[in-house]
């Protein structure tokens, strides 16, 4: 086959002589070509693979994250426990914090980013796909990067023993003297980079690659969450990023930006982190509000309910992000009136969450609701989130939450906002979404009885955890005394979180028993739109092709595919215009014209992670890392552009004899820009 | 393109839609929603229960005025909550058993989502007046509750007068925080005009009853959090600044306290106790702080225990009168040689020592360690995690705080603590020099040492 010839052309690396000028008269500089193996997804720029390496990556650091959180309840589940000793926990809690948000929550965000918001707008990729494989893999680098640090200089010796939140002083080297805090600032600062560089992509994605006539009030719910998701991380991450730059320079260079003896002020770093941590919250609920968005109209068979309502309330959410940072300070002393201010805004953003949640069950009011599992996560984040914003608005009462705050009935009221209302809502993104990434369907039997485990083990993990907080269990606490009260809930708290992992467990076996069941022929090829959905990306073949559409989708409507699909008899009422699979494309076109994958994204981005290694070793390493962005950014410049005609350019259905003519219609789709 | 050929779902789903026509349009019995109910039922009693059984730190049995006002101000929201609660999971119960549609069953099950049939419910995009209500509305609440919260929040730092006849009406204390343990510094005539204060103590933070005492929190290392729950709200104990609030109780008692901001390794362990004794018993504990002891004579009783506390404490422990308080959370060469070698002190590349580097001048690591004067009088030490006398809660709740001494002490943790104090509490950080090392004394003088300890009244 002529794939596996060019396969292997494309794995020499070498800069040389090797290669003939004849065959690749581009030299080092020929970009690798497509296949189906390992390497294909190494080089990859396919905004589809750069999504599934995204999730992938988020669901392991998910578990990774899970099992920390297992040592922390175990080692909680009894008074005077000795399961973890006090250095070990501190690091282990810090650990469970920081992967869950930077390298599980973020990235399974991205994912469906990724994955889902070209083919929703009908673009044929991202707008700078070599951009996007640099994200995940500078991602990866600072999430590995990060993980290191449990194993480099001895077994949780210099894991981040600071908290999530890391709040100075505490995390200068003369009370953290590991070099835990090293590994957190620049493994974050590295994520950080990935984060920023994503969410210009995806902006600029947004504004120029939608569909002909799909103007900004036509996008899906989850395009627009997903958008407003990109301009948070656009100015929320430069914020992290002074402030983790400030600590790696006090803690490496001798610096005093948070030395109290040279006079600084430790609530700089507090104000820094929430400005950034607070909007960080949204970046991460928002995506599951979209995601949800797209599932209950499915599944109730009507139409989102209020969708200017549902757009703008998710806007207002983000603006009113930025003004409510300093709830998380009501007893830092920043004084009563600042604290009055921050109590009132935080209050009036129960509003557009409200509104949010009013919609949902509107949408559902009346309709014709079928509970697959993806239905029944969706609901559940109703559910459950509309209890940890309950609890949210008990603690926007400053002076309640001078009672609450560093309490567990925090931690109870946060894992009800993360997890029953992101993780729920991913969850049941991946049930929704998985026989368009994957081809194949997750068993139903399965998935139901996963959810309600999950359900049932979040519950328990995590409700008795508001009366603990109540009875004055403090947060981060390694251990409690015997007559406190507090025995009985940790240990019920710890029995729930097995649960957790039990259903995650299941997750992953439906997977995997799905997929050998589909491989045996037993379940049915789930079509190009197996729900009756309503976006875009239905309206293509299952698993997408890697050009997305065979042409430029004109778009007319909200939920064009829908309306495709189905139209009004003179009664009003719904009837069929066509089935899914006379509307979707077929994946057929293979004359589409794809940006083609390429080395240096990879090889720029692992320069980050050794110049991390350099800072916190020997500055030696740091050069190194540096050549191999300048190399990497250097290739990058100065490999072919894409040029349809030339020799080693890239279409998919990469070995197939394809026509080198430009179809204008298909190629269109980059070109197309459609702001109105 | 292969799933056109295998005939796609809708084949599957036309062949369902007749099989299951009658089926999809009938609801389910309230039966299959008994899960949901249960559920619902357990979790609740979940709270009922829970709250019920005895918690020294519960936030919501408030023994002081402030902590009342606090607990007055959020009951109602928790009703508020509650109701919003029970409207919002009863409509997504109610919406779930009301339009639900049957899935399709048996060996179709992967397809489950599909929808067998072509009927569509009324197409409604939205209702523009319904959504201004579910603006407006909670815009309405939330101002309501925030005029109401914003209220009892400035009155939360107000310091009332204090009592007629009380003996001290205007003392304040600076209360600073350090890894891990809590050390007061009593300003009988308040703090304006006075650099130093009275007299120091630690662990045990002694207040007259209902009076509102104004504390002053710092910290001389990292950031911690002081928290009497049944008596007030935390407050940040912040390195570099002074913050107000006030503690009262309304009743004789002790009060469990425990450090809330996250401090470091030993976080767990830094607690404290508020004593509140009637306003005589607070003008004779005083008056018995205010006490400096004299040096033991050779060949009175505890002379050797004394001499041992000099050659081995007072590098960081004072006892006035007897060793002198000649620095200020700092530390000197000889204490760092007490956690062991230097060397292992953090090093960068290039020879030189990193920010927090052993200067043997003033720094941020902690070198003062509780004053122990009147140690035996205190119900607790180590960051109050151990009890000195094992009834102290008892005896102090009905007000015998001050005749503590008279009970019996618990010599075994107290020796086990001098024995190997790391081992006993996760306190010794040998590369920052905080926490009490391992001062490896014989049995002999730890006994020498516990007696001579306990005649600190």
């Known amino acids: 086959m002529a794939i596996v010839e060019k396969e292997e052309a494309s794995g020499e690396l070498e800069i040389g002589e090797a290669v003939t000028s004849e065959e690749k008269p581009l030299g080092a500089f020929t970009r690798p070509r497509g296949g189906n193996g390992w390497k294909d997804w190494l080089f990859t720029v396919d905004h589809k693979k750069i999504g599934i390496m995204y999730g992938a990556a988020g669901l392991l650091f998910f578990v990774i994250g899970g099992i920390y959180a297992l040592f922390v309840r175990l080692q909680l589940a009894r008074p005077a426990n ?30 469906f980013a990724n994955y889902l918001l070209p083919l929703q707008i009908g673009a044929r990729d991202v707008a700078f796909p070599r951009l996007n494989a640099f994200s995940f893999w500078a991602f990866l680098g600072g999430g590995l990067f990060l993980l290191s640090s449990m194993f480099i200089g001895g077994w949780w010796e210099n894991a981040p023993d600071g908290g999530w939140f890391a709040y100075a002083p505490n995390t200068g080297v003369i009370f953290s003297p590991s070099k835990g805090l090293d590994f957190f600032a620049i493994g974050l600062q590295i994520t950080g980079i990935a984060s920023l560089v994503g969410a210009i992509n995806l902006i600029v994605t947004v504004l120029n690659m939608r569909s002909p006539g799909m103007t900004l009030m036509k996008m899906p719910v989850l395009s627009w969450m997903l958008f407003i998701v990109q301009l948070l991380l656009l100015f929320a991450m430069p914020v992290i990023s002074v402030a983790l730059f400030l600590l790696t320079f006090d803690r490496l260079f001798d610096a005093n930006f948070y030395n109290v003896a040279e006079g600084a002020d430790p609530l700089l770093w507090q104000h820094l982190f929430w400005i950034f941590g607070h909007p960080e919250v949204y970046i991460l609920v928002l995506p599951s509000f979209g995601v949800i968005s797209e599932i ?55 509003v557009p969450t409200g509104v949010k949640i009013l919609n949902w069950l509107a949408t559902m009011w009346g309709g014709r609701i079928r509970f697959s599992t993806p239905m029944l996560y969706a609901t559940a984040v109703i559910a459950m989130f509309t209890i940890g914003g309950l609890s949210g608005v008990t603690h926007a009462l400053a002076a309640a939450d001078t009672q609450q705050t560093d309490t567990y009935y925090i931690v109870a009221h946060f894992h009800y906002v993360i ?41 328990i993990t995590f409700g008795p955890q508001h009366i603990l907080g109540l009875q004055g269990m403090s947060r981060r606490i390694q251990t409690y005394s015997q007559g406190q009260g507090f025995d009985l809930w940790n240990l019920v708290s710890t029995i729930g979180s097995f649960l957790i992992a039990l259903a995650t467990l299941m997750f992953v076996i439906n997977i995997l028993t799905s997929w050998r069941a589909f491989k045996a022929g037993k379940t049915p090829a789930p079509g190009p739109d197996p729900w009756d959905a309503r976006s875009l990306e239905w309206m293509t073949a299952s698993p997408v092709p890697e050009h997305n559409f065979d042409e430029v989708i004109q778009v007319e409507r909200q939920d064009e595919f829908w309306h495709r699909k189905w139209g009004k008899n003179e009664k009003g009422e719904v009837v069929r215009r066509a089935t899914a699979e006379e509307v979707a494309h077929d994946g057929s076109n293979t004359n589409v014209h794809l940006p083609a994958p390429s080395y240096w994204p990879l090889i720029a981005a692992s320069g980050l992670p050794i110049i991390g290694y350099g800072l916190v070793y020997s500055l030696w390493l740091c050069i190194v890392g540096g050549l191999l962005i300048l190399g990497g950014l250097y290739g990058w410049v100065f490999e072919p552009v894409d040029d349809p005609n030339a020799e080693g350019d890239h279409h998919d259905h990469d070995g197939d004899k394809t026509n080198l003519t430009l179809d204008e219609g298909s190629d269109a789709t980059n070109e197309e820009v459609a702001i109105d | 393109m292969t799933f056109f050929k295998l005939g796609g779902t809708s084949q599957i789903k036309r062949s369902l839609t007749s099989r299951l026509r009658k089926d999809t349009d009938m609801h389910s019995s309230p039966r299959q929603y008994l899960k949901w109910i249960l559920f619902l039922t357990v979790f609740a009693l979940f709270f009922v229960t829970g709250c019920a059984s005895d918690a020294p730190l519960d936030t919501l049995d408030p023994a002081g005025r402030k902590a009342d006002g606090i607990n007055n101000l959020i009951n109602p929201i928790f009703i508020i909550a509650g109701i919003v609660f029970v409207i919002i999971q009863g409509a997504v119960l109610y919406i779930a058993w009301k339009f639900k549609v049957k899935a399709p069953t048996g060996d179709q099950d992967v397809i489950d989502g599909g929808y067998t049939d072509e009927k569509f419910p009324e197409q409604v995009h939205g209702h523009f007046a319904a959504e201004i209500g579910w603006t407006v509305g909670p815009t309405i609440l939330m101002a309501a509750i925030a005029i109401f919260s914003v209220g009892v929040l400035i009155t939360l730092d107000d310091v009332d007068a204090a009592p007629e006849g009380a003996p001290y009406p205007d003392v304040e204390v600076l209360v600073v925080g350090q890894q891990w343990w809590w050390e007061y510094q009593y300003y009988l005539d308040g703090m304006e005009g006075h650099s130093e204060p009275d007299f120091v ?68 362990y830094m607690r404290n106790y508020t004593v509140a004794v009637s306003q005589e018993d607070f003008a004779d504990w005083v008056a018995n702080q205010l006490i400096e002891r004299t040096p033991i004579v050779e060949g009175e009783d505890n002379y050797e225990g004394e001499q041992l506390f000099i050659t081995n404490c007072a590098r960081c422990h004072v006892i006035n009168g007897v060793t002198e308080r000649d620095r200020d959370g700092t530390i000197t060469a000889d204490d760092m040689a007490m956690y062991g070698n230097i060397e292992e002190y953090r090093n ?29 009088t205190r119900s607790s030490y180590a960051g109050s995690f151990f009890e000195l006398y094992p009834d102290a809660q008892e005896i102090s709740d009905q007000g015998g705080y001050l005749g503590l001494a008279e009970s019996d ?15 006993a509490k996760p306190n010794a950080q040998p590369e920052q020099a905080r926490g009490m090392p391992n001062l490896n004394l014989s049995e002999a003088q730890i006994d020498l040492l516990v007696d001579y300890l306990m005649v600190l009244n």
């Open chain 1, 296 to 350: 209950i109209p499915t599944f109730s068979r009507k139409p989102i309910f209020g969708y200017p309502f549902m757009v703008f309330s998710g806007i207002t959410i983000g603006f009113l992000g930025w003004g409510v940072w300093a709830h998380h300070m009501f007893t830092s002393g920043i004084g009563p009136v600042a604290v009055a201010a921050f109590s009132v805004s935080t209050m009036f953003i129960a």
């Open chain 1, 419 to 459: 997890f029953g209302g992101i993780i729920l809502g991913f969850f049941g993104g991946f049930h929704f979404w998985w026989p368009k990434m994957f081809g194949y369907f997750l068993s139903e039997k399965q998935g139901k009885l996963g959810f309600w485990v999950m359900v049932l083990g979040f519950n």
């Open chain 2, 409 to 423: 002490f618990s010599r075994g943790t107290l020796e086990a603590w001098l024995r190997n104090s790391p081992e």
């Open chain 1, 82 to 111: 000795t399961i973890l000793s006090a250095e070990t926990y501190n690091q282990v809690f810090t650990m469970h914090g920081v992967v869950m948000i930077f390298l599980a929550a973020i990235p399974l965000a991205a994912a």
């Open chain 2, 348 to 376: 960068h590349a290039d020879g030189t020592l990193g920010q927090g580097k052993f200067t043997g001048e003033a720094n941020l690591t902690a070198g003062a360690a509780p004053n122990l004067t009147h140690f035996a």
């Open chain 2, 201 to 268: 103590t630690a662990n045990d933070f002694v207040i007259p009853v209902k009076q509102d005492i104004r504390i002053h929190a710092t910290s001389r290392d990292v950031i911690h959090s002081f928290w009497v729950p049944r008596l007030n709200g935390k407050m940040d104990a912040v390195p570099g600044r002074t913050h107000p609030w006030v503690m009262q109780s309304d009743q004789i008692g002790r009060f469990a306290g425990q450090c809330t901001e996250f401090c470091g390794l030993s976080h767990a």
